[in-house]
């Protein structure tokens, strides 16, 4: 008995310890404040090892300019080549800043872009569908698994044009600055 007695007061030590410590470490970092944040990013290709798909110009710059249709859609066509050396996978993968808003006195602005970036090489052709690229005030979307942008989609050899058809609706008042990244990704 009384080495049970002995353990149980051990057990409360060792709880009043961690209780202690973690107390300790919140109220450490309530005290301090942040003074900055240091964001990297990069993207690493090692030359050693070539990839089965390229694309020409590696970087493509869209500007859509001032929208002011509630409604709309701009085709790009042929902006880039994308050259698939053997059968391979790939998929769109969104990136970016989330778009700023800059509010009026009564900004109730929803906003929603959806994408659609089609591959075509003579009468072969591949559309990635890219709805909710964008959205202030939700979006709604089928819960499906879309080949080339929410899961790798395969892909013949050849070279291919690439287009892409940016789709908007917006309702209510107010504006945003919208900044958008898609990256083509080989998945391996």
């Not at 309530?30 to 090892?49: D, M």
């Amino acid at each position: 008995m009384l080495g049970g007695a002995c353990l149980d007061h051990v057990k409360r030590i060792g709880l009043f310890a961690i209780v202690v410590a973690f107390t300790s470490i919140a109220a450490a970092y309530a005290v301090n404040s942040l003074v900055g944040v240091i964001r990297i990013g990069g993207t690493f290709s090692p030359s050693n090892n070539p990839g089965n798909v390229e694309m020409s110009p590696s970087t493509i710059n869209i500007d859509l300019g001032l929208v002011g249709e509630s409604e709309g859609s701009k085709i790009f066509d042929n902006i880039a080549k994308l050259v698939v050396k053997n059968t391979s996978r790939i998929m769109v993968k969104v990136s970016g800043t989330p778009g700023s808003m800059v509010p009026d006195n009564i900004s109730n602005l929803s906003l929603i872009i959806s994408g659609e970036m089609i591959l075509k090489r003579g009468e072969k052709q591949y559309t990635i569908q890219m709805p909710c690229l964008y959205s202030i005030g939700g979006c709604y979307r089928i819960l499906v698994l879309i080949p080339g942008y929410d899961a790798p989609m395969d892909i013949e050899p050849g070279e291919y044009s690439v287009s892409l058809r940016i789709s908007w609706t917006a309702q209510g008042k107010g504006e945003a600055r919208v900044s958008l990244e898609l990256q083509i990704i080989e998945a391996r």
